[in-house]
């Protein structure tokens, strides 16, 4: 079992920047592919990033790209989400999520066996 942990979500006007974090507990953090996704009312978990265990490669969703980054300090057991440039459309709720899928299919929310509660992050314009 991995617990996770989200933290770091909030209400930001448009342009502004949050931090978020996932602080993992359990199984070893650095073997897993972690992720994070997102969720807006009545609609489908989106995709938004991932990292690798090692943290060698990191993998965004086309409407973050250039705004977010992703990363993780494997000994804290922390993964981060750094968000730029903020838009209305990004408000959600922020999950993150372990897997072991491959790289190819990291985009998929039914392959990640460990999600956090979620972060609510809230962009008004």
């Known amino acids: 079992q991995v617990q996770l942990v989200e933290s770091g979500g909030g209400l930001v006007q448009a342009g502004g920047s949050l931090r978020l974090s996932c602080v993992a507990s359990?199984?070893?953090?650095?073997?897993?592919?972690m992720g994070w996704f997102r969720q807006a009312p009545g609609k489908e978990h989106q995709f938004v990033a991932a990292i690798s265990w090692s943290a060698g490669n990191t993998y965004y969703a086309d409407s973050v790209k250039g705004r977010f980054t992703i990363s993780r300090e494997n000994a804290k057991d922390t993964m981060y989400l750094q968000m730029n440039s903020l838009k209305p459309e990004d408000t959600a709720v922020y999950y993150c999520?372990?897997?072991?899928?491959?790289?190819?299919?990291?985009?998929?929310?039914?392959?990640?066996?460990?999600r956090g509660q979620g972060t609510q992050v809230t962009v008004s314009s």
């Open positions: 999520a372990a897997t072991r899928a491959a790289p190819t299919r990291l985009t998929m929310w039914s392959l990640y066996a460990y």
């Open positions: 359990g199984r070893t953090f650095s073997s897993y592919d």
